[in-house]
């Protein structure tokens, strides 16, 4: 037998209508089989069949069933056919009398039948066990993958906008998931089993077993692990967002011992976490990847104490007196004795023609690190000339066949950090068109053409493309915060010093001191990180800002 760790959620499944012999047959199996293998038995094909769909939604593997060839109902033939459709690599045997011998024969063909048991089997060390040794080790020894798949399963169309956005979801979440096309059979199964035709997709299956169709981001951060309701209705420190800077203020926030809360509306790490490769960030000399970045913050807070949610999208800021209430889209609110906005910026979206519909069907907003397996022998365009757009073009030239960078300005040394303008320069699939701007994107239910100009010349040209990835502007995402914390044209926030250009303090500031350096216009609300205005974009500046933030909050409390 193999070893139990190997076998630990494999599946023997044993199907017979009578009950004394569907418990004597499962007896035995579990007496020798017992330590290795579960051993599941089921009393008609029906619920054998509803058995084995569960286990293929929880990515259990079965490695043999064994069916009674007189059930009513479905009898053993059929069942063993349907359950193929399900699990087509478990091994078959059918248990028969001595009358039936000849029906077991004609199902060798009919099923594939693997082997057939004549009733009774006694003694089992004789006729039941060396026959079931054999076959455990043909399903060990085959060469499909039998293993159990502990992650959560997502099956939808590959040009699906909502497909790509749960992928995209669950990878910056850091959350382990096995992609499955709608087309391919393995897509299929699962469909079936959780009663599915195709026509609702996503499909997501959780761990456990659980079918979400067509779900939300917070239902699928429910089902997943993922924390997205507070603990408490008060706190020393609320952050506002999980990206460089939140994560800075979270992990210092905690680790000083302020009670903290990091609340964030889609994933952790913003748009550094989206990151193949940072190079320049201090201590990392061969480089780290936003996601590892992220995910080893995320731990650390979590190290020291602080709640990191995510899901929770924030649609308002308010004053009640000592308090700061922060207000989310589904009515709940959590108050503090400080916040700190660190809310990020969020990529512009293409303005020309044809790019809002194909958004998720070949245009997409970051994602390189999601979309990067299916990019592999095409041709890639990158709108965006900063370090965001570099490192997503040597990221995705490992697999493409060519890399084209599309830059509206005349060089990527204004905006591009020098080590990655070198490394672009010298890859041999990586090509800049500078004084380019995308036109017009088409396709019909895909990305398949894009039309380029000139922005010298003015001539456009159309080009094939199935792939365009997106890296221009920074977007504040403040709006919500119109009528609390002052912004500028942009919306970005101000803070300190740009509060007070002539030496007066804000509008309704009441204390007797000015704004601290990283304090808005409202007392003991702080920004940190790219939502500042005229903050440096760095990712090391933003964690630093992020800590500075938590000091100058301890500086609030201290006075208040």
């Known amino acids: 037998m193999a070893p139990a760790s190997d076998t630990a959620r494999t599946v023997i499944m044993t199907v017979d209508d009578d009950p004394g012999v569907s418990r004597a047959v499962a007896r035995d199996l579990r007496r020798r089989y017992g330590a290795s293998y579960r051993i599941v038995r089921a009393e008609s094909g029906e619920s054998a069949l509803e058995a084995l769909r569960e286990l293929k939604l929880r990515g259990d593997a079965v490695a043999v069933i064994l069916a009674d060839f007189r059930m009513p109902g479905l009898n053993g033939i059929e069942f063993l056919e349907r359950a193929m459709d399900v699990h087509p690599g478990a091994r078959r045997v059918l248990l028969t009398a001595y009358a039936d011998t000849n029906a077991a024969i004609d199902a060798i063909n009919v099923v594939d039948l693997d082997h057939y048991l004549l009733k009774p089997w006694d003694p089992p060390e004789e006729k039941l066990y060396p026959v079931m040794d054999d076959l455990l080790e043909a399903w060990r020894s085959s060469d499909r993958d039998h293993r159990p798949v502990p992650f959560t399963k997502v099956v939808g169309h590959r040009w699906s906008a909502r497909s790509s956005e749960v992928r995209e979801f669950l990878a910056r979440n850091q959350v382990p998931y096995r992609w499955y096309s709608s087309d391919e059979p393995e897509g299929r199964r699962l469909l079936a089993a959780a009663g599915q035709d195709g026509q609702r997709l996503p499909l997501v299956v959780t761990p456990d077993g659980t079918p979400l169709v067509e779900p939300e981001a917070p239902e699928i951060a429910a089902h997943v692990g993922l924390a997205t ?33 990091l ?78 906005l660190a809310t990020g910026v969020s990529y512009r979206t293409l303005p020309a023609p044809g790019t809002e519909e194909l958004t998720g069907c070949g245009v997409f907003y970051g994602s390189a690190l999601t979309e990067a397996p299916a990019c592999q022998g095409h041709d890639v365009y990158i709108v965006g000339g900063a370090n965001s757009a570099g490192q997503a073009a040597m990221y995705l030239r490992r697999g493409a066949k060519s890399v084209t960078l599309l830059v509206r300005g005349p060089s990527l040394t204004a905006s591009m950090s020098y080590y990655l303008v070198q490394q672009i320069e010298e890859a041999p699939n990586v090509s800049v068109r500078t004084g380019t701007v995308v036109e017009a994107a088409h396709g019909s239910g895909r990305l398949e053409q894009l039309t380029l100009r000139d922005s010298a010349t003015g ?102």
């Open 229 to 261: 309701t507070p603990a408490a209705d008060f706190y020393d420190l609320v952050v506002v967002g999980g990206g460089p800077a939140g994560l800075g203020a979270a992990v210092y926030g905690a680790s000083e011992g302020l009670r903290t809360v």
């Open 263 to 340: 609340v964030e509306r889609s994933a952790t790490g913003g748009q550094a976490g989206q990151s193949s490769r940072i190079e320049n960030y201090l201590g990392f000399p061969d480089g780290v990847s936003g996601a590892q970045l992220t995910d080893r913050a995320r731990r650390q807070a979590a190290k020291f104490g602080a709640e990191v949610l995510t899901t929770c999208e924030v649609t308002g800021l308010e004053v009640n007196g000592a308090a700061r209430t922060v207000r989310f889209s589904d009515g709940s609110a959590i108050a503090a004795h400080s916040v700190i």
């Open 459 to 560: 001539q456009s040209e159309l080009v094939d493309a199935q792939w365009l990835f997106v890296f221009i502007g920074a977007a504040p995402l403040t709006d919500w915060l119109d009528g609390t914390v002052l912004r500028d044209e942009r919306g970005f926030i101000l803070a300190g010093p740009d509060l007070t250009p002539d030496g007066r303090p804000p509008a309704d500031w009441e204390l007797d001191r000015p704004p601290y350096h990283l304090e808005t216009n409202v007392p003991g609300v702080f920004v940190a990180g790219d939502a500042r205005a005229e903050s440096a974009k760095r990712v090391a500046s933003a964690v630093g800002e992020g800590a500075m933030a938590v000091m100058l909050v301890h500086r609030y409390l201290e006075q208040s």
